[in-house]
């Protein structure tokens, strides 16, 4: 669509928006860490936030911006059933170990199904979070955690774990991911 004479073309800001906002938050964290709100702190603050943003640009994240809401409010329910059942578990192994023997552990291998480094971060975050597991390790290029998980003294734990973290990964993708693209007929289909 061409536009009439002497009309310009809006400017393009959805790069200063992507700088913008992590500025601002710079500039909270700048003054928060002096401990007293003035103007040479906001302006401070500012300056050290461009300096930053300028010399450590944020990579791009996935998803181009796209919240799935309802598939966000599940992760989240479910995120918060784990915390409360992994509390549980913990609890009890923990009073079982005083009479009885001590707790067993495994690291754990889990290979993720995403490639994206974002979603392994959130992955790892959110089973850090969690009682009972720690992630250790970390390796994007192979796309795998390891983890310190409690209690996970034979297969059938092992298993359960991977299967958790699986379902962790499959909220995280589904919350955070781009709308489906509408299907296109196959050609079996179209005949």
């Known amino acids: ?17 992507r700088r913008a906002v992590p500025a601002v938050w710079l500039v909270i964290v700048w003054v928060l860490l002096w401990g007293t709100f003035s103007w040479a702190n906001v302006l401070g603050g500012l300056v050290v936030g461009l ?5 450590f640009p944020l990579p791009p994240a996935p998803g181009r911006g796209w919240v799935r809401p309802w598939a966000a409010l599940v ?3 479910r995120f918060v059933r784990d915390l409360v059942v992994s509390s549980l578990q913990v609890s009890w192994q923990s009073l079982q170990a005083v009479v009885g023997p001590p707790i067993r552990s495994s690291v754990v ?3 993720l199904a995403s490639s994206s480094e974002f979603v392994m971060a ?22 795998t955690i390891y983890a310190h998980v ?18 962790l990964e499959a909220d995280i993708v589904r919350a955070l991911g781009r709308p489906a693209a509408p299907a296109v007929a196959t050609s079996e289909e179209r005949t």
């Open 1 to 17: 669509m061409s536009r009439p004479e002497g009309r310009r073309n809006p400017p393009d800001t959805t790069g200063l928006l």
């Open 109 to 111: 291998a889990v290979r």
């Open 51 to 55: 300096v930053v943003i300028t010399l």
């Open 75 to 77: 992760a989240l329910g």
């Open 122 to 143: 959130m992955v790892t975050e959110a089973l850090t979070l969690v009682p009972g597991s720690v992630v250790i390790e970390a390796r994007p290029e192979e796309r």
């Open 150 to 167: 409690l209690g996970a003294d034979d297969a059938d734990a092992v298993a359960a774990f991977r299967a958790q973290v699986a379902r």
